[in-house]
């Protein structure tokens, strides 16, 4: 079980970006994967987590409207769609799996990397 996230960058205020997380050795459909991210200096926290049933929930009130996760099943790749980003969502980004079908923030046992988000004012 793999997973590899990418797609992060610099980007000025209002801008957008599309982060990738391409799964190996399972598919996306079947399991919840969630978005996390860790800001300097603070603590990880949940953003977006869609489950198999295509349930999607925000964990942060602050990217409603303006972030969504989606799911390819031909690339086997979960999306996050950030759009009219704020400085304070800099942070680096990471995609998890806890290999169930529901959203979960506890027992992600699969990570991705991480990809560095910058937001500049």
């Known amino acids: 079980v793999q997973l590899q996230a990418s797609g992060g960058g610099l980007v000025q205020a209002g801008g957008s970006l599309r982060l990738s997380c391409a799964a190996s050795?399972?598919?996306?459909?079947?399991?919840?994967i969630t978005w996390f991210r860790q800001a300097p200096g603070k603590e990880r926290e949940g953003v977006l987590c869609i489950s198999r049933n295509a349930n999607i929930i925000h964990y942060v009130d602050s990217v409603k409207g303006r972030f969504t996760i989606s799911r390819d099943i031909a690339s086997n790749t979960v999306y996050l769609q950030m759009n009219s980003l704020k400085p304070e969502d800099t942070a680096v980004y990471y995609c998890a799996t806890s290999l169930k079908p529901y959203c979960s923030m506890i027992n992600n046992d699969y990570w991705g990397q991480g990809t560095q988000v910058t937001v500049s004012s």
């Open positions: 050795g399972f598919t996306v459909d079947l399991y919840g």
